[in-house]
């Protein structure tokens, strides 16, 4: 490969040609030599300079001669210059090979970018999941609720995130996660700037709770439709792993920047801001969009139906068929589906109760102020973003290398369940361990936790790419129950026993185990058709 390279010497400005061999068009002999295009001693003068090499082969009586690197065409390109460095226009512009203005994501494939922006969705998607769990201190004292109340304000994200699973799902097929994820964004960003306003009436404030539940829970599904539909197999852990894992990098960015804004601007500025933030996506999206090129070239084979109901208008009639026309029977005569749908309550029971009230926990349990427990509880997520890399790795190298889908989804799933639960059970028992090594065991079994993104969350493409986003669906709303019960469960039975063991980590324990062994029993990656056969 040649390479270009601008220098100045003698008072002349240089091209620098390097050869990787002595087959050069400007010499057998030397390895480098100079064009010599400009005087170099004028001032300020900036230039753009593209070019492109083409390969000549020269084939003569059957006789084929070594590839030879040809210089094809140059431009230069005036881009600065000062009224003391005026160049005739025979030097303004000449032709390009190419231009190297472009910006540095233009050529990345298509499927790169869709999986780029979707993780920063999931960045936003979970910051403004996050930041009520922090700015519910300040908000009780104001308003003075009780633990119960508080869980009930927090639970009622999840009433709208588990009523918006299936519909997102469904949606996402119909007409493309894409269109589905970005205006989930829209309706969940501009629900978490309205908090401040509605915090003193309740009803509103759960209402508009509500609405940010909706717009996060349609984006799992819409982020999975994208995946099954471009990305292959052997890059897809990696792929689910750098999507979701944005959740992880959404968590720390919430819990580290809550704090000091509520500090110095008031709790209402996190709500502000990262409804801002959500907004703000939407519209760069839009931009991005329009210089994009359709992915419907590159998705799978089955798909080809489903990016021609994209591209036109669906009817009201047509969308009522395609309800009539996904398999539900088939997906709940599956023991594969059920383990999955198990699994996820399981997993997300000890997800969400941890992502609630461990700012809390900690700010109790070891005398925090509302800073120092915000940093505490960053830990957890912050591990998980290194272990998401080390778990997917892992698992598409096992892949790789011919283990058993089925076999590498268990694998990772156990490391998921099991490792929060040995953690948690070191944290119940009074052993005498100060706080702080409870907080480092803590921090340990839930970055642990993040193996799933290569275990139970990577199922759904396994098993049907083409139903991949409605599976999700499926799961992900018997996932947020969780949400919904657990949440205000702890709560309650916080204000009851007073005791973290019993209320936060006795019943995340229980499920933790029991999907263990469901897990491992029935579980299964065998691609499935979802026929009447089947």
């Given at each position: 490969?040649?390479?270009?390279?601008?220098t100045?010497?003698?008072?002349?400005?240089?091209?620098?040609y390097?050869?990787?061999?002595?087959?050069?068009?400007?010499?057998?002999?030397?390895?480098?030599?100079?064009?010599?295009?400009?005087?170099?001693r004028?001032?300020?003068?900036?230039?753009?300079?593209?070019?492109?090499?083409?390969?000549?082969?020269n084939?003569?009586?059957?006789?084929?001669?070594?590839?030879?690197?040809?210089?094809?065409?140059?431009?230069?390109?005036?881009l600065?210059?000062?009224?003391?460095a005026?160049?005739?226009s025979?030097?303004?512009?000449?032709?390009?090979?190419?231009?190297?203005?472009?910006?540095?994501?233009?050529?990345?494939?298509?499927?790169?970018k869709m999986?780029?922006?979707?993780?920063?969705?999931?960045?936003?998607?979970?910051?403004?999941?996050?930041?009520?769990?922090?700015?519910?201190?300040?908000?009780?004292h104001?308003?003075?609720?009780?633990?119960?109340?508080?869980?009930?304000?927090?639970?009622?994200?999840?009433?709208?995130?588990?009523?918006?699973?299936?519909?997102?799902g469904?949606?996402?097929?119909?007409?493309?996660?894409?269109?589905?994820?970005?205006?989930?964004?829209?309706?969940?960003?501009?629900?978490?700037a309205?908090?401040?306003?509605?915090?003193?009436?309740?009803?509103?404030?759960?209402?508009?709770?509500?609405?940010?539940?909706?717009?996060?829970?349609?984006?799992?599904?819409?982020?999975?439709?994208?995946?099954a539909?471009?990305?292959?197999l052997?890059?897809?852990?990696?792929?689910?792993?750098?999507?979701?894992?944005?959740?992880?990098?959404?968590?720390?960015?919430?819990?580290?920047?809550?704090?000091?804004?509520?500090?110095?601007?008031?709790?209402?500025?996190?709500?502000?801001?990262?409804?801002?933030?959500?907004?703000?996506?939407?519209?760069?999206?839009?931009?991005?969009?329009e210089?994009?090129?359709?992915?419907?070239?590159?998705?799978?084979?089955?798909?080809?139906s489903?990016?021609?109901?994209?591209?036109?208008?669906?009817?009201?009639?047509?969308?009522g068929?395609?309800?009539?026309?996904?398999?539900?029977?088939?997906?709940?005569?599956?023991?594969?589906?059920?383990?999955?749908?198990?699994?996820?309550?399981?997993?997300?029971?000890?997800h969400?109760?941890?992502?609630?009230?461990?700012?809390?926990?900690?700010?109790?349990e070891?005398?925090?102020?509302?800073?120092?427990?915000?940093?505490v509880?960053?830990?957890?997520?912050?591990?998980?973003?290194?272990?998401?890399?080390?778990?997917?790795?892992?698992?598409?190298?096992?892949?790789?290398?011919?283990?058993?889908?089925?076999?590498?989804?268990?694998?990772?799933?156990?490391?998921?369940?099991?490792?929060?639960?040995?953690?948690?059970?070191?944290?119940?028992?009074?052993?005498?361990?100060?706080p702080?090594?409870?907080?480092?065991?803590l921090?340990g079994?839930?970055?642990?936790?993040?193996?799933?993104?290569?275990?139970?969350?990577c199922?759904?493409?396994?098993i049907?790419?083409?139903?991949a986003?409605?599976?999700?669906?499926?799961?992900?709303?018997?996932?947020?129950?969780?949400?919904?019960?657990?949440?205000?469960?702890?709560?309650?039975?916080?204000?009851?026993?007073?005791?973290?063991?019993?209320?936060?980590?006795?019943?995340?324990?229980?499920?933790?185990?029991?999907?263990?062994?469901?897990?491992?029993?029935?579980?299964?990656?065998?691609?499935?058709?979802?026929?009447?056969?089947?």
């Open positions: 490969m040649a390479k270009f390279t601008f100045a010497d003698h008072n002349l400005f240089c091209l620098s390097h050869a990787p061999s002595q087959n050069s068009i400007f010499n057998a002999s030397p390895e480098r030599r100079h064009l010599h295009v400009f005087p170099s004028l001032p300020r003068l900036k230039f753009r300079v593209s070019c492109s090499i083409k390969e000549k082969e084939v003569k009586d059957s006789e084929k001669r070594p590839t030879v690197p040809v210089l094809k065409e140059l431009q230069v390109d005036e600065e210059e000062t009224s003391e005026r160049l005739g025979e030097f303004r512009s000449e032709k390009l090979g190419f231009d190297w203005t472009s910006p540095p994501w233009k050529n990345l494939p298509q499927r790169y999986i780029g922006t979707t993780s920063l969705a999931f960045v936003i998607c979970n910051m403004d999941k996050v930041n009520l769990s922090i700015a519910i201190i300040p908000m009780s104001q308003f003075g609720w009780n633990s119960s109340t508080a869980g009930l304000v927090q639970s009622s994200f999840f009433w709208g995130y588990a009523m918006s699973q299936l519909l997102g469904w949606l996402a097929k119909m007409v493309g996660g894409r269109k589905v994820l970005e205006i989930g964004v829209l309706i969940w960003s501009l629900a978490t309205l908090v401040p306003f509605l915090a003193g009436f309740m009803p509103g404030l759960v209402l508009s709770r509500i609405l940010v539940g909706i717009g996060e829970g349609v984006s799992p599904s819409a982020a999975t439709e994208l995946i539909r471009t990305i292959p052997e890059e897809r852990s990696r792929a689910v792993s750098f999507v979701f894992g944005g959740l992880s990098v959404g968590s720390v960015a919430g819990l580290l920047l809550a704090p000091p804004l509520i500090k110095n601007l008031g709790w209402e500025s996190v709500f502000y801001i990262f409804g801002l933030l959500g907004i703000a996506w939407f519209l760069g999206f839009q931009i991005l969009k210089g994009e090129p359709s992915v419907g070239a590159s998705t799978m084979s089955w798909s080809k489903v990016s021609g109901k994209k591209s036109g208008n669906i009817s009201l009639q047509e969308l068929g395609s309800i009539k026309d996904v398999p539900w029977k088939a997906f709940f005569r599956s023991e594969a589906v059920w383990a999955m749908i198990y699994a996820h309550f399981c997993g997300s029971w000890g969400y109760t941890c992502l609630s009230w461990l700012p809390t926990y900690f700010s109790e070891l005398n925090l102020n509302l800073t120092e427990a915000a940093w509880s960053v830990l957890p997520p912050l591990c998980s973003i290194f272990v998401t890399g080390i778990a997917a790795q892992f698992a598409d190298n096992l892949i790789a290398s011919g283990v058993e889908n089925t076999t590498v989804r268990k694998i990772c799933q156990t490391i998921a369940f099991l490792s929060p639960a040995t953690c948690m059970i070191l944290s119940s028992l009074d052993l005498g361990l100060p702080w090594e409870s907080v480092v065991i921090t079994g839930l970055a642990l936790s993040s193996f799933a993104l290569s275990g139970l969350y199922t759904h493409q396994d049907s790419p083409e139903y986003s409605i599976l999700l669906g499926i799961t992900n709303t018997i996932g947020a129950v969780p949400g919904i019960v657990g949440v205000a469960l702890t709560g309650y039975l916080l204000d009851s026993t007073h005791s973290w063991s019993m209320s936060l980590f006795g019943p995340s324990i229980f499920f933790y185990v029991t999907g263990t062994i469901v897990w491992l029993a029935f579980a299964s990656c065998k691609p499935l058709s979802f026929s009447d056969e089947d």
